[in-house]
Each structure stands twice: as C-alpha cells, then as structure tokens.
C-alpha cells in the first residue's frame, strides 16, 4: 500500500460541497471517481475537512491509499486529465503512511472577499464575491480584534456538527487588497473552524462595518455563545479555503 497527498483547487460554484452524496455532484466524489478509474477499483478520498455548496478552495489537501507501491505515478498529470475543468490536482506525492489530511492538519487559512462597490458588480467576480456594499474598515479591523486568540466560538457555530469543544484559536484576521479597486479581502487562519464559522465571523465584521453592530456588541455575542445573538451567515460564493498546514 502507498498513501498518496494531494493539494487541490477547485471552483465551488457547481458543486454540492465537498463531501460525496448519493445524487448531487461534490467535490469528492469526482476526485473519486476520478481515481476509481485509473485503479480499477474504488477509492476513498480523505479531505483535511469539508467545504458547503458554492465555496472554492485553493489548498484543500487531501489523501488517498493505493493497493500497491506506485511512487513515481504521474498522479497529478493522469488526475488532471480526466477530471472535470472545476477542479484540478496542484501537487500529488507519496507520504508516510500515518499521514491523515484531516487529523494531521495544525491550522487552516480561509479567504473571504467582500465586493464593496454599491452601483454593480463585474460579472467576472460574481462567483467569487459578497456584495455587500461600502463598510467602515476601521470599525470592522476593530471587531478583528476582540475575535483574535483562544475562544469559545459556539456563538459562530451553525447545526449540523457535533463537535467535541467549540474552544478555537484564531492566529489571524487581516484585511488584504482583492483582484479589483472594489474588493477587498479579509483572511482568517486558526488551528481550526467549526461549521460555517468564517461565514459567521463575516457576518459579524460586515455588520460592524455598516455601523449596526459595535465593537462591545461583538464581545457580548462572543461571550453569551448564543449563535441566535449573533448576524446571519453570509453568502458562501465569497470564501475560499487557501491553505492547511501541517
């Protein structure tokens, strides 16, 4: 046997999240069908976690076991071959074979670009932007700040999880240029995310940056744990998860 690691990126737009389902087009089950093709048999695919409908990834890391010893296959070249245009294998080679995409994994980065001009959005960008209009930097860069550190982030945590503890610590959240004059981008890495957390977190910096939520206002949902008190989870076409380190 020979454990292999991928990196690869992918389009969320047409896609029904990661995780392979039984009638809707994922992220995993192509990579798996994929590979079930050129073994002969089927594979399973091991993710470093999911991502929802509509979220892009430009790192996800994933792994995989083959039943024989194939070191130097073209894994990259073969996958990209055959794999639909939405996703593509940046980097494929073996590893030690306790290696495990998800539970090896020390921190994520994610990306969320918010578009911010009010009259139109480019059609190029629409698939990977929130328009979510003009916003006050320094009020959100604010609210950044009593979100850094070691929390519990149950309050920016949605159904459909269960999770040992929802204690996270986030090591950054910095505000970045975007592609445009009209984006910018706000990056958020931790040793890890609960289920739509950045999208919360987001949600909660956006509200801050239109003037309807203040800085103390952020540290009482924080603290209550309470996902009700806190905005509604933002749109997903926005986030992109970039890198998992190890």
């Not at 690869?8 to 999240?17: I, R, S």
């Not at 698939?127 to 979100?147: H, K």
């Not at 070691?150 to 910095?174: C, K, L, P, Y």
């Amino acid at each position: 046997m020979t454990r292999i690691r991928m990196v690869v990126a992918y389009e969320g737009t047409e896609f029904c999240g990661w995780q392979v389902q039984p009638a809707d087009r994922t992220v995993q089950g192509e990579l798996e069908r994929a590979l079930s093709t050129i073994l002969g048999r089927e594979v399973r695919v091991h993710g470093s976690g999911r991502t929802d409908s509509g979220v892009h990834a430009l790192g996800q890391t994933v792994h995989f076991d083959t039943p024989d010893d194939r070191p130097e296959f073209p894994w990259q070249r073969s996958l990209n071959a055959i794999l639909p245009r939405d996703v593509r294998v940046l980097d494929a080679g073996p590893v030690a074979d306790d290696f495990h995409a998800r539970y090896g994994a020390r921190s994520k980065t994610y990306e969320y670009c918010l578009w911010h001009e009010r009259g139109f959005c480019l059609p190029q960008r629409r698939r990977f932007v929130w328009d979510c209009g003009p916003v006050d930097f320094a009020r959100m860069e604010g609210a950044a700040r009593v979100l850094m550190g070691e929390h519990d982030f149950a309050a920016f945590q949605n159904v459909g999880t269960d999770v040992g503890s929802t204690v996270r610590t986030i090591v950054d959240i910095s505000r970045h240029a975007g592609l445009t004059a009209h984006e910018s981008v706000w990056r958020f890495t931790a040793d890890g995310f609960l289920k739509q957390m950045v999208r919360n977190l987001v949600g909660c910096l956006v509200a801050c940056g239109r003037g309807k939520l203040s800085v103390d206002g952020v540290r009482a949902i924080l603290a209550s744990g309470d996902r009700t008190l806190a905005p509604a989870t933002v749109p997903p076409q926005g986030l992109t998860l970039v890198r998992v380190a190890y």
